[in-house]
């Protein structure tokens, strides 16, 4: 077997004309890795022999060359390879209904003959991309743990840059601020750095300064004396006391008005403090991890944030990156966070689509990290099987899916799909809108009937 890294994919030719066999050859030998049969066995035997990513196979090949048997035969080997390799099928134009049946076998698509190059060309690409990345799947479930700073997953350099620099960090007890939008994983990061840490063993302390009001974030930070203000009926620790020899975490520090922004900065330069309503000084040891949402420095020019305060919180400044600038990421937390969802909801071990990844990934995601990680235990409560594809996406993202739009019927590609589309339609009506009955009469599964609804936006 060829070296599957190779830069060329596979492209497996099934077609018993020489003559035709040899210009298809010739049409796509720059971009794939062309292997060809005359028959069944052939084709079989290649399947076996070297590594495919998909198969354009004539339907009607010796010894039954009135049957299609020998076209389904390929399709249904291609299907049982892991991950399954699509078959692009390839008729004569009075066999239509042979081509609905290969569709209903599980076929990618089909063409008539003769094949018009630039559309045979598109849909050859997009099988082969499916294929690829249905193996890069596999490969990231064998991984998902690989790749990781505390909690944090991915591989993009964008990630890579920030979790180097922080695994650099997390040795000290510098002061750190970390910005990111909402979402991006700010507190994820500060735990990893402190988890790694020579603190790790020792509190790590939580707050955010935008949950609290006005009047009870000094007293949260700093605690106060029995008796400091109405309903102090006991003395309490603030969160510094809480964390004292640990880390403490102040997240959306940008909320901070400015008195406690210069009690704050005492602390810092100090390393001591008292309670609200108190004298006594109490000395601390923490490590101090900031975080804010908005650009500090801008807030510094708008004179809403100290600028010595800033430049104590900044002595390491990290940068987290929103999930659109890390989008080969995605595939990987998906999987992570299917899992993840699978073993809180006790569900069976998931796997994804490839056309949900593709969705996913063409997503702008404002909500980062934190709504992929929602989207995809949505997916995972209200999916019925374990394979998820993209059914039960929010409308936003399912909008920008690849397939679902209508496309132009006029065109090859956009006959193929109203084909489909309305095969699965008059399924779904004259079953009543009952998948598992619609998904027996077209001979297929019921998860990927529940695909090519989705894709194609089908209303049933």
């Not at 690989?146 to 991915?154: P, T, V």
């Not at 009690?263 to 900031?290: M, N, W, Y």
């Not at 801008?298 to 600028?307: H, I, Q, T």
Request: proline share 5%; net charge negative; aromatic share 6%.
């Amino acid at each position: 077997m060829e070296n599957p890294c190779s830069a060329k994919p596979g492209l497996l030719l099934v077609e018993d004309d020489q003559a035709l066999r040899n210009g298809l050859k010739w049409a796509l030998s720059d971009l794939y890795r062309v292997r060809e049969a005359a028959t069944r066995r052939e084709a079989l035997a290649e399947l076996e022999r070297d590594d495919i990513d998909v198969v354009l196979s004539d339907l009607r090949l010796p010894p039954a060359l009135d049957e299609i048997t020998e076209g389904l035969a390929i399709i249904e080997a291609a299907r049982a390879q892991q991950p399954p390799v699509p078959v692009i099928v390839m008729t004569a134009s009075d066999s239509k209904e042979a081509a609905l049946e290969a569709v209903r076998r599980g076929a990618y698509g089909f063409f008539e003959k003769p094949c018009a190059p630039d559309e045979m060309m598109h849909v050859i690409h997009q099988a082969a991309r499916l294929r690829n990345l249905e193996r890069e799947l596999g490969r990231l479930r064998e991984r998902s743990t690989s790749y990781q700073f505390g909690s944090l997953i991915g591989t993009s350099q964008a990630l890579i840059k920030v979790t180097t620099q922080a695994r650099t960090v997390a040795a000290t007890s510098v002061t750190i601020l970390i910005s990111g939008e909402n979402g991006t994983g700010k507190e994820l990061l500060a735990r990893a750095i402190h988890n790694e840490g020579p603190r790790g063993d020792l509190p790590f302390i939580a707050i955010s300064c935008a949950a609290l009001p006005v009047t009870l974030i000094e007293s949260e930070l700093f605690g106060h004396e029995k008796g400091a203000f109405t309903g102090a009926v006991a003395a309490k620790k603030g969160r510094f006391e809480l964390a004292d020899g640990g880390t403490l975490f102040l997240d959306e520090i940008s909320e901070l008005d400015r008195p406690i922004q210069v009690k704050l900065l005492r602390v810092l330069q100090e390393r001591s403090f008292e309670r609200v309503g108190g004298t006594r000084t109490h000395a601390v040891d923490i490590r101090l991890i900031a975080a804010s949402n908005v650009d500090l420095e801008a807030e510094v020019e708008a004179g809403r944030f100290r600028r010595d305060l800033y430049h104590r919180l900044s002595i390491v400044p990290l940068v987290l990156p929103p999930l659109r600038e890390r989008i080969e990421d995605i595939p990987l937390l998906a999987l992570h966070f299917a899992e993840k969802a699978a073993a809180k909801h006790g569900r069976p071990n998931p796997t994804l689509e490839p056309t949900l990844v593709e969705a996913l990934t063409r997503y702008s995601w404002p909500g980062n990290v934190r709504e992929l990680e929602n989207v995809i235990e949505r997916l995972v409560v209200l999916t019925p099987e374990s394979k998820l594809g993209f059914e039960f996406l929010p409308e936003k993202i399912h909008r920008q899916a690849p397939g679902t739009g209508e496309k132009d019927e006029s065109t090859f590609e956009g006959a193929i799909e109203s084909f489909k589309r309305r095969l699965i339609s008059d399924a779904l009506r004259m079953e009543k809108g009952h998948k598992m009955a619609a998904a027996r009469r077209l001979g297929m599964s019921r998860s990927y009937l529940h695909e090519l609804v989705s894709t194609y936006g089908i209303k049933d």
